[in-house]
């Protein structure tokens, strides 16, 4: 976690952020009430994140916020400064082996919640590397899916994982 | 590159830029000096409007305009009656912004368009005065007698009735062994895309050119539609359909009031206007669909035979009729579903209720037929003490008696006939995928 | 569905939260986890004038165990206890709940004392806090006070707390060594609100029938309900089947009348209640550490 070198004890209806995201470091100035998911995709045009439901439910939205996985439509994104914030355009240039099984067994077909999804596999692998099928349902269970019924989402996972134990991938 | 395509797995070229978040939906493209708009929803299933005070809304710092009804001038029209048929004879669409009258909970009355989205809400402080009416909130409210009305001029909120029969039910039924009669409920359901709707709507008036990019199943006919009501000529309208975020039939209906109300903010302000839909206004605007409440009758051997069917349905409608009655036609047309049923009655009367809109919904009426055709097959199997797989074994169509004739039409006029098929080989290699026998409980529907 | 205009601030002592809170009174709300709080507010179904982010008060950030009791500060997230080796070795049951609260984005954001603070009659924190008749640490500029959990929750998203306070640390009992532990909710699906859960404690005597029992509902009522009346028929029993069935019965009563909504009738709360009140009872009574392997122990020892 990063310093933070302003002091907000005074209370303000607009502020300068410094927010990390994807490694790069963006100063804007923006009103407190502005979303964490609004800040990404209008503010920074990093539209991969989307927006589903704006009450924490469906997933859509979801980042990591200084490595771990959160749900940006219930942020603001004055509480990103100083922090890291990584996003799916932050994941690879080239498809990463996560997005490759997806491809593969494909696991997506609108591709709305898919962002998301994979940001959750993300967070996912790097804690359980080998888990089993309760153990991916359950760690999904914060991201909703309309297309696909989940099946083959599932296997994408498992053939993740397990490509991942073979090429020793750390998943950062 | 292989030049066998059928059964080998292909993989879609649209993936990569979609797992990379590289996707392009609505709410994704932002266009220079695009404003922002929102809408105001009726809080009252049923209600006159008695005034609208749009002052307090009109004074917000950051507000552009503030549209109701009668703002709207010639474009306030009904929306057009996709699919019109010969026993939908009240039907009703609906108006870009109410007017008089409220007809269900989440129903356009007001439209605000603001430098951003949070400004547009926050100018949602419009003044509607209601005087709320009597609701029509079940299909058992609109049918009963002296029912409140949906629409004043609609007698018992009848939209539309349609018989079709096909043998002699009734002699069938004087004869047969057993009878059963049952009530079956299928309640309201939503598709739940997870991008809601959306239209991002620009008029460049040196052009004479309407460009809309709307989250929508249906770009063609709203193009044609849109061009109609602006006076446009077709080549002067462009509507596309970006990456859309799933629509399962919700976005395949015409128009919603936003799909005309965001190009008439646009062409009004000479500025791009974009509406996305929240999920809160997706609950309440987005249509439904799958209300049917059947009263069916069925007679059966002791074989386990169907002999003949008499189903009475009432389908829920909505407020409004925008995509008239293949819904109910299709679920009159789809309950023989696979089975040899040459004894067949089938009634409908669609109802207006005072709730959001029907229009298809990925089935579009067959589910609930499947539904209620599946329970008369496992009632017979309980009944008789007979094998649920194999009651619908003997009554399947058999491949030798194709083509079959349903003996009904359909939606779009033609018969329904099934051209070919082999039930019985489908039903028992699914048997053996499945491993049938080793669930604890297990559905079935053919 | 986004939220109204606010005034912010995220001072980094706990005292410039007070001074704020006392300022304020009614106008200002805490800012902690966000993720009970942030969805109000992108509904406008809360507008206060003034949020106090206390994220970044390094003070709030603790888990310490304590004489009696495992302390939670006000920002410690609900992932960070459960992650935790010490929670894990020294309340099980704690971890046991919130590994049933929400998601995990819900968990990495969500804490510990928010939960509390929010007071959700369907949160399994809450009906944690009551069974152990744990408490909470009440602090405004002009002092502090602890409340006890059945003195706290006063109502549907209602507390004892004043304009001007705020939760600054949550109070878990520690569990003997050889009580036994459970809990339980029934869910639709995984992450949703549950419809009733109950968490409970039982405490053998030397001759192994139960000395202390501790059960509490959520879902039941607007607040966590302790079950004090089916705790009084439990000790003295073994916990056999009529102990069980019993227990289940006297259950079904405490689920308010009105607790009757889209998502349950009142029956059918009081029959998942019955059925939750024997399960874990049977489950806690089976984790409980007997006599004769506490004596082989210390005779081990």
């Known amino acids: ?137 359950h760690e999904l269970s914060g991201n909703i899916c309309r297309c696909t019924g989940y099946q083959n989402i599932v296997e994408a996972v498992k053939l993740a994982a397990e490509r991942l134990r073979e090429q020793h991938m750390e998943v950062e | 590159m292989a030049t066998r395509w059928f059964g080998a797995p292909v993989q879609r070229q649209e993936d990569p830029r979609l797992l990379r978040g590289q996707g392009s939906y609505v709410d994704d493209i932002d266009l220079p000096e695009m404003l922002h708009a929102a809408v105001l929803r009726s809080t009252h299933a049923r209600a006159r409007i008695l005034n609208i005070d749009t002052s307090a809304a009109s004074a917000v710092p950051g507000v552009h305009l503030v549209l109701t009804a009668k703002d709207l001038g010639e474009v306030l029209e009904p929306s057009p009656l996709l699919v019109p048929h010969h026993a939908l004879t009240q039907p009703r669409t609906q108006l870009p912004l109410a007017r008089d009258e409220v007809r269900y909970a989440g129903e356009a009355v007001a439209m605000v368009v603001a430098d951003s989205r949070y400004i547009a809400e926050d100018a949602l402080l419009i003044e509607v005065e209601y005087e709320p009416l009597p609701v029509v909130h079940s299909l058992e409210v609109s049918s009963a007698e002296n029912a409140p009305l949906v629409h004043a001029d609609v007698l018992g909120n009848v939209a539309a009735h349609l018989v079709q029969s096909v043998g002699d039910p009734d002699s069938i039924f004087a004869s047969a062994p057993h009878v059963i009669h049952e009530t079956l409920l299928m309640d309201r359901g939503a598709a739940m895309p997870m991008e809601c709707r959306g239209v991002l709507a620009r008029w460049d008036a040196h052009d004479g050119m309407l460009t809309c990019w709307i989250s929508t199943q249906g770009p063609i006919p709203i193009r044609n539609g849109l061009a109609a009501i602006f006076h446009l000529p077709e080549h002067k309208v462009r509507v596309i359909a970006p990456d859309v975020g799933g629509g399962f039939g919700t976005k395949i209906m015409m128009f919603y009031a936003e799909e005309v109300l965001t190009p008439f903010a646009a062409m009004r302000l000479g500025r791009p206007i974009k509406w996305i839909e929240d999920r809160r206004e997706h609950f309440i605007s987005a249509n439904q669909e799958r209300s049917q409440l059947h009263e069916v009758e069925y007679a059966f051997d002791d074989a386990g035979i169907l002999l003949a069917v008499r ?23 789809t309950l023989p579903g696979p089975y040899r049923l040459k004894h067949y009655y089938s009634e409908f009367t669609v109802l207006y209720t005072n709730k959001v809109p029907v229009s298809p919904y990925r089935g579009a009426g067959r589910p609930h037929a499947v539904f209620v055709m599946e329970r008369i097959m496992d009632r017979i199997a ?65 | 569905m986004k939220p109204p205009r606010f005034q912010y ?227 003295g029993t073994t916990l056999d089947q009529r102990a069980l069935d019993a227990a289940a019965e006297a259950a079904r009563e405490i689920v308010s009348e009105d607790m009757s909504d889209v998502h349950a009738t009142v029956e059918y709360r009081r029959t998942l209640t019955a059925e939750l009140t024997k399960r874990v009872l049977k489950a806690a009574w089976g984790r409980r550490e007997r006599q004769e392997r506490q004596e082989q122990q210390r005779g081990e020892g």
Not at chain 1, 110 to 121: A, K, L, N, R
Not at chain 3, 31 to 60: C, K, T, W
Request: net charge negative.
């Open chain 1, 1 to 137: 976690m990063l310093e933070r070198d302003d002091d907000f004890s005074q209370c303000v209806e607009e502020c300068e952020i410094a927010v990390i995201v994807n490694g790069h470091r963006y100063e804007r100035t923006v009103p407190v009430r502005l979303l964490l998911s609004d800040f990404l995709r209008h503010d920074l045009q990093l539209t991969g994140t989307h927006v589903g439901c704006e009450h924490g439910v469906c997933g859509c939205c979801t980042v990591l916020f200084n490595g771990e996985a959160v749900r940006s439509c219930l942020m603001f994104a004055v509480q990103a400064d100083s922090m890291a914030v990584t996003t799916i355009e932050g994941t690879n240039s080239d498809l990463h082996p996560i997005q490759q099984a997806f491809q593969e067994k494909h696991g997506l077909q609108c591709g709305f919640c898919t962002p998301g999804i994979i940001m959750s596999v993300h967070a996912m692998l790097h804690e359980h590397p080998d888990p089993t099928e309760q153990e991916i349902r």
């Open chain 2, 311 to 333: 189903d009475r349905f009432l389908h829920d409608t909505g407020a409004y009729t925008p995509y008239g009655i293949i819904v109910p036609i299709i679920t009159a047309c």
């Open chain 2, 382 to 446: 309980r009944e008789l003490q007979l094998d649920r797989l194999e009651v619908r074994s003997r009554n399947f169509i058999q491949p030798d008696e194709f083509p079959w004739d349903v003996g009904l039409v359909y939606q779009d006029g033609g018969p329904t006939k099934y051209d070919s098929g082999d039930y019985q080989a489908g039903l028992e290699k699914l048997k053996a995928l499945l491993d049938y026998d080793n669930f604890l409980g297990i559905g079935v529907g053919c």
């Open chain 3, 9 to 235: 601030c995220a001072p980094r002592l706990l005292d410039e939260a007070l001074t704020l809170l006392d300022q304020h009174g009614e106008d200002i709300k805490v800012l902690a986890g966000g993720q009970s709080f942030v969805p109000l507010l992108n509904m406008r179904l809360a507008g206060p004038a003034y949020i106090v982010d206390i994220n970044h008060i390094s003070e709030l950030h603790y888990i310490e165990t304590e004489d009696g009791y495992l302390a939670i500060g006000a920002i410690a997230r609900q992932r960070q206890i459960e992650r935790s080796v010490l929670v894990q070795e020294k309340h099980p049951l704690l971890v046991e709940v919130i590994k049933h609260i929400g998601h995990m984005q819900i968990r990495n954001r969500g804490t510990v004392v928010g939960s509390i603070a929010h007071a959700d009659p369907a949160a399994e924190l809450p009906a944690l806090l009551t069974c152990l008749n744990g408490e909470v640490l009440a602090q405004s500029i002009h002092g502090e006070r602890v409340i006890k959990a059945e003195q706290f929750f006063t109502g549907y998203l209602t507390t004892a707390l004043e304009p001007g306070e705020m939760l600054t640390e949550v109070r878990f009992p520690w569990i003997l060594p050889q009580a036994g532990w459970s809990f339980m909710e029934f869910a639709r699906r995984a992450g949703d609100y549950a419809l009733v859960g109950a968490a409970a404690v039982l405490t053998p005597a030397p001759d192994d029938t139960c000395m202390s029992a501790h059960i509490a509902y959520l879902g039941v009522a607007g607040s966590p309900i302790r079950a004090h009346a089916v705790e009084q028929m439990l000790v």
